[in-house]
């Protein structure tokens, strides 16, 4: 009889596979992924992990899988030789456990392309056909899209067999992308996540104009049929790419024939990899001798002979170019770094927060240094240390005056902050107020980012959040008139503002700016108080009562809803909207009353749908680990809050505790 573990992990196995297999398609087939490298690769390994316990699961599992099913839209053709991808190793140690076992240790390490894999036949040297890699068995056609690619030459030159298929990467340099975007934006078409999702998205257009019209580039790496091999090693095929007419990565590939060497180069290319002009997301270790890659062979969907060292795929070390300064609805002005765009995790990043001036001197970080930066889920881009320091970098210094508005900077006592003491007429202070108003925490209107608010503003037709509600009906024919709108983008956004006419409380409080009151504390408020006139009644006692409200907090909610200007912006806004009162939908759970923290990243649930979920079961989500704290929920990379956790004795839960307190309690995600 099976045991219960195995029965749970054959069904864990089974929802994993189903989990691939989803995040393939939107890959490859629809070139939209839906999940970040980092989370598709933990989700691969454990599957093979329990692959190895259970063999007779790899029939139909990770071992054997190989990209998605080509796409109906598309003709389709088998590969002569499969397609394999290449097994991935994440660490020091792992790409060892491979070297160690290696019969030859003459190694080429080639730069790992973050693009899209093609295949192109050659008989007698004319281009017949190219396919993508598809299922790894069979690929889609896409043979009049690689004409259209410069670096992939119709006729190849010099010696070639009668039979070739090259095989390499197409993508797009990350120059090409940003313009491609830019032009995008200001067309109102659709805008590119990432290099590798343009140049996939190009690459299988059904019109090949389209794909002409973008700027793709190509290298070639490996071979698939070939009638007969006029190399020994993969350097010589290189040899022989570049005397046919390809680009090759061989500018930044070298030989390797121990584990310093390859480490070595892991970390140069770590440090310069904002200066390669195209992404990448790692590196790719091949046996040199193509004779010893032969007889090792391959696995059922991987040569034994190459592994891709991957990047970690939330940091990755840039050039700072410089440091501007924003100001925000507080008056607070945050500096800004300004970086040689560096794709991070799926995203290109090309600025990052630097807090305030103390973290810049924390840091000793001056324009021109290589830096780290760090981007996890949700959370804005920061840098987190110096990685090289450059003798011509200069230091920055903090300005005195406003770069908006030109008032004066103060940096009170006791406080990091500088701020602008221009409060009433400091424009960045006011586009920031309404940006925060309608953005989705808030009111979550739609149609009026910060172009639109700032063009708005400047021409004096909102002033404050009240004049949102009737911008339309004041000025709805001007709006059309101008570019950019029309009477769809009028109709549009006079549906968006109509809707947003009812908010709920804690929507409501969140929106107006209260200091150091965000959705958590607005949700607090809202549950405890249930109507907007008992929360500006509220005194230091009723607040302080709360679990999660301190003196200083209390005193900021209590301050706000004296302020003249604050009831003023508020009585305005209540002529044109109506706020609902709070309705308790709390679920009487295990976790009811619980102070819990979470930490990590879930694989299943982003950071705010998780700490909704719990608050509709009855628990208090907290941001600090104290003793006070139930439960410590951790997810991958989990870092000191869970150490914390550790040191105190608290109950701590993966995420398959907190899917199985969801399944008792039969709470779901829903927005309120």
Same mark, same amino acid.
């Given at each position: ?347 290109? *990043?090309? =600025? ?7 973290? +810049?001197?924390? /840091?000793?970080? #001056?324009? !021109? $240094? ?86 708005? *503003?400047? =021409? ?7 004049? +949102?509600?009737? /911008?339309?009906? #004041?000025? !709805? $024919? ?195």
């Amino acid at each position: 009889m099976m045991k219960t573990a195995d029965l749970f992990i054959r069904a864990e196995h089974a929802d994993l596979i189903k989990k691939l297999n989803e995040w393939d398609i939107a890959y490859h087939q629809n070139d939209a992924p839906i999940v970040d490298d980092a989370t598709y690769d933990a989700t691969k390994k454990r599957a093979l992990e329990i692959e190895e316990m259970y063999p007779e699961l790899a029939k139909h599992g990770a071992s054997t899988h190989v990209g998605a099913a080509p796409s109906s839209k598309f003709k389709t053709f088998p590969h002569r030789v499969p397609m394999l991808s290449i097994s991935d190793v994440f660490d020091e140690g792992e790409v060892a456990d491979w070297f160690n076992k290696l019969p030859n240790k003459d190694l080429f390490i080639e730069l790992k392309v973050d693009g899209v894999s093609y295949a192109a036949r050659y008989e007698n040297g004319i281009l017949v056909r190219g396919l993508t890699r598809g299922s790894g068995v069979a690929g889609e056609d896409i043979t009049e899209n690689l004409r259209t690619i410069s670096d992939i030459p119709q006729k190849l030159s010099g010696e070639f067999p009668d039979v070739l298929e090259v095989r390499g990467e197409v993508y797009m340099l990350r120059d090409d992308f940003i313009a491609l975007n830019t032009v995008a934006t200001e067309s109102g078409d659709k805008v590119f996540a990432n290099p590798r999702n343009a140049a996939a998205g190009s690459l299988r257009q059904l019109n090949s104009a389209i794909t002409a019209s973008r700027k793709l580039s190509a290298f070639g790496y490996t071979y698939g049929e070939v009638s007969k091999k006029m190399w020994k090693t993969q350097s010589e095929y290189f040899d022989k790419l570049e005397s046919w007419g390809f680009k090759t990565t061989r500018k930044w590939a070298r030989h390797a024939h121990s584990m310093f060497e390859i480490q070595t180069m892991y970390n140069d290319i770590i440090m310069s990899r904002a200066d390669i002009p195209f992404d990448i997301d790692g590196l790719v270790i091949k046996v040199n001798d193509v004779a010893t890659q032969e007889r090792m062979g391959a696995r059922a969907n991987s040569p034994r002979w190459e592994v891709a060292y991957k990047f970690p795929a939330a940091r990755a070390v840039t050039t700072l170019r410089g440091i501007t300064v924003q100001v925000g609805r507080t008056g607070v002005l945050t500096p800004v770094a300004e970086l040689e765009p560096i794709n991070i995790g799926g995203v290109v *990043v090309s =600025r990052a927060t630097l807090h305030n001036a103390d973290e +810049i001197a924390r /840091l000793n970080v #001056r324009v !021109g $240094d290589k830096v780290t930066v760090q981007r996890a889920g949700d959370v804005i881009p920061q840098i987190v240390e110096v990685a090289e320091q450059n003798p011509n970098a200069t230091d920055f210094v903090f300005p005195n005056k406003c770069p908006v508005c030109g008032g004066d900077v103060v940096r009170s006592e006791g406080e990091v902050a500088f701020r602008c003491v221009n409060t009433l007429s400091c424009p960045a202070q006011r586009i920031g107020e309404l940006e925060h108003f309608v953005s989705r925490p808030g009111f979550d209107i739609d149609g009026l980012g910060t172009k639109q608010l700032e063009l708005f *503003v400047e =021409r004096g037709w909102i002033q404050s959040p009240a004049d +949102i509600f009737t /911008l339309i009906e #004041r000025h !709805g $024919d001007e709006i059309q008139n101008l570019d950019g709108f029309g009477a769809k983008s009028v109709s549009n956004l006079r549906k968006s503002i109509n809707g947003a006419r009812n908010p709920e409380l804690h929507r409501f409080l969140t929106a107006i700016g209260i200091p150091d009151v965000g959705k958590t504390t607005a949700k607090l408020l809202a549950n405890n108080f249930g109507s907007l006139e008992s929360v500006r009644n509220a005194t230091m006692n009723d607040l302080i009562a709360i679990d999660g409200i301190g003196d200083v907090m209390a005193r900021e909610i209590v301050s706000f809803f004296k302020n003249m200007r604050n009831c003023f912006v508020i009585d305005e806004l209540l002529k044109q909207i109506t706020v609902k009162d709070a309705i308790k939908t709390v679920i009487k759970t295990a976790v009811s009353g619980k102070k819990i923290v979470l930490t990590g990243t879930l694989m299943n649930y982003g950071r705010d749908d998780a700490r909704e979920i719990l608050e509709r079961m009855g628990a208090r989500v907290q941001s600090s680990v104290s003793a006070k704290t139930d439960i410590v929920l951790a997810g991958a990379d989990a870092g000191s809050k869970l150490t914390k956790a550790q040191e105190l004795g608290i109950t701590i839960w993966d995420e398959s505790d907190f899917e199985r307190v969801i399944k008792d309690s039969g709470a779901t995600n829903g927005r309120q």
